[in-house]
C-alpha cells in the first residue's frame, strides 16, 4: 500500500452537524467535482510526487479522503451510478452512451437523480462539463434535473473548437440549456469554470447543486504552454509529460473555483466532492498512456483495481474533520444518499445499492455499510467482491495494451496482493464457487 502523506490533525469532537438543527437559509451548497479519467494516483495526496496538484491536495487534506473508493470502469457506467445512486445495471447504462438520438442509449429519463432530489429539496441545481449520458431530449441535463446546463453531451471533445470527432462526421457539441454555442477558440475549462462562477454568483444567497464534470485529463491532452514547459523542463518523459502538463492545468481550474467560493464568502458553507470517474486511459488517442495507476494492476476498461479504484474525498469546512483517511470500502453510488443526509435531505433510498457514507466520515472505526460485498460488470467482464476477496470473471489487463488473460477465473486477496499478481483460483477452489454464486445471485437482480 502506498503511503499517503495528509495534512491536518484528527480531532474526536470534528462531527458532521445535526442538519435538522440547521436554518433553512443556512443549508448547505455542495459542489461535486468529477474528473475524468485520472489515475489511481494521480494527485499529490495520493502518492504522486511527479505533479503540481496543490488545490486537489487542498480538498484532500482539509477533509476525509477514501482509500478504497470505487467507480466503474469506463466514463458513462460510473456516471450514471453516481447520479442515481444505483449500480449501472439497475441504471440502465452498463456501457457508454452512444452520441446518436435514434438509438438512445444513455440514462433512461425516468432514473431519478441526484440533480433531481435537490432540485426537489429547494436547491439551484446545474450541470457545467462533460455529460456522456445520451443526447435523446429525455436524457439531457435539463430533462433529468438540472435548471442549468452547459458544456457537452457526448464522451470526448477538441477543447478549442469543441468538435466531437470519435466516429461518423464531424460534429460540433457545445450546448447550453438545450440551444448550440459557439466560442470558437476558446479553451473549453475556462468556459467551464467562467459558466460555474456565474452560476455561484447568481446562486450565493441560495443553495446550490453543481455538477461539475471536469473532461480532463480525458484526451486528447492539450495541457497549458506553461506546463507543457515545466514537466518538458523537468525530464518528464513522453506521454507522461502531456498527461502531466493537463492534470496540473486542470488544478489550475479547480483553484479557480476555490477562489470564487472564498471572494463569496460561501466556502465555509460548501461542500466540496472530488473524485474521478475511473482510471486513467492506455487508449490510442491518450498516446497509450500518461497516468499512473501506482500499485495497482489495469487502467480504464479493466476491473482490475487500476480501472475502478479511483481519488476520492469529501471537505465541508468545520463540520467534517480535516486530513482524516478512511479505509473502508465505498463506492460512487454511495455519494447521493451521502449528500442527502448531510444536507437534512428525505430520500426514499430502499430502492439505492448506495449506501450513506455518513457514520464511517464521522467515525473511522465504522464497518463499511456493503458487508454483503459489492459486483461490478462490464461487456463479458465481471467482478464479485466481498471482504478483501475478489474473484474476477473473463479479466482484461489494460495497464499497457488491452489483452485477455489466459485465465477464466482470478482470484485475489488484496491484503496480500494489492497488485493482483497471482492467481488463487486453484489454490481456493472453494472461494471461487462461493464469489461466482454471489456474482450469480447479483446479476439476477441487476439485469437491464
Not at 70 to 86: D, E, H, I, N, Q
Not at 222 to 241: C, E, T
Request: aromatic residues 12%; charged residues 25%; glycine residues 8%.
Amino acid at each position: 500500500m502506498i503511503s499517503i502523506l495528509f495534512l491536518g490533525c484528527f480531532s474526536s469532537k470534528s462531527q458532521v452537524g445535526n442538519p435538522e438543527k440547521t436554518k433553512k437559509n443556512q443549508k448547505p451548497n455542495v459542489i461535486f467535482i468529477l474528473t475524468d479519467d485520472q489515475g489511481s494516483i494521480d494527485v499529490n495526496s495520493y502518492g504522486a510526487k511527479d505533479l503540481v496538484t496543490p488545490n486537489m491536495n487542498y480538498i484532500i487534506e482539509n477533509g476525509i479522503s477514501f482509500t478504497q473508493f470505487y467507480a466503474s470502469p469506463v466514463c458513462s457506467p460510473s456516471r450514471a451510478a453516481l447520479l442515481t445512486g444505483k449500480t449501472p445495471q439497475r441504471a440502465g447504462l452498463s456501457g457508454n452512451a452512444v452520441p446518436n438520438s435514434k438509438v438512445k442509449k444513455g440514462l433512461p429519463g425516468t432514473e431519478y437523480t441526484m440533480a433531481e432530489m435537490f432540485k426537489d429539496a429547494g436547491y439551484a441545481t446545474a450541470h457545467i462539463g462533460k455529460w456522456h449520458l445520451g443526447d435523446a431530449p429525455e436524457m439531457t441535463p435539463n430533462a433529468q434535473g438540472f435548471d442549468h446546463s452547459f458544456g457537452h453531451m457526448v464522451g470526448c471533445i477538441d477543447n478549442y473548437s469543441h468538435f466531437f470527432y470519435w466516429s461518423g462526421p464531424n460534429r460540433h457539441d457545445l450546448f447550453r440549456n438545450g440551444k448550440e454555442v459557439y466560442y470558437d477558440g476558446q479553451f473549453f475549462p475556462d468556459l467551464m469554470v467562467n459558466e460555474a462562477s456565474n452560476f455561484i454568483e447568481e446562486n450565493k444567497k441560495n443553495p446550490f447543486f453543481m455538477y461539475f464534470a471536469v473532461n480532463m485529463p480525458h484526451y486528447p491532452y492539450q495541457g497549458d504552454a506553461k506546463w507543457l514547459d515545466y514537466y518538458n523542463d523537468k525530464g518528464v518523459s513522453y506521454p507522461r509529460n502531456l498527461y502531466a502538463a493537463f492534470i496540473s492545468t486542470l488544478d489550475e481550474r479547480i483553484g479557480a473555483l476555490l477562489k470564487k467560493l472564498d471572494e463569496l464568502g460561501i466556502k465555509d458553507n460548501t461542500i466540496i466532492v472530488f473524485q474521478s470517474d475511473n482510471g486513467h486511459s492506455t487508449e490510442q488517442r491518450a498516446h497509450f498512456g500518461g497516468g499512473n495507476a501506482g500499485p495497482y494492476r489495469g487502467a480504464k476498461s479493466s476491473l482490475f483495481e487500476g480501472g475502478i479504484r479511483v481519488p476520492a474525498a469529501i471537505t465541508w469546512p468545520n463540520k467534517i474533520q480535516k486530513g482524516a483517511i478512511r479505509n473502508q470500502f465505498g463506492v460512487n453510488s454511495d455519494w447521493m444518499p451521502t449528500l442527502a443526509e448531510l444536507c437534512g435531505i428525505k430520500l426514499d433510498s430502499q430502492d439505492l445499492d448506495g449506501k450513506s457514507l455518513v457514520d464511517i466520515i464521522n467515525n473511522e472505526k465504522e464497518k463499511t455499510r456493503h458487508t454483503e460485498g459489492y459486483c461490478w460488470q462490464y461487456q463479458d467482464m465481471w467482478v464479485a467482491r466481498k471482504g478483501n476477496w475478489k474473484l474476477l470473471g473473463n479479466p482484461r489487463d489494460t495497464s499497457k495494451k488491452t489483452y485477455k488473460l489466459k485465465e477464466k477465473r482470478f482470484l485475489v486477496n488484496l491484503d496480500d496482493d494489492i497488485g493482483e499478481t497471482i492467481n488463487l483460483a486453484k489454490k481456493h477452489p472453494n472461494k471461487v464457487i462461493e464469489l461466482e454464486q454471489h456474482y450469480r445471485n447479483w446479476l439476477k437482480k441487476n439485469k437491464n
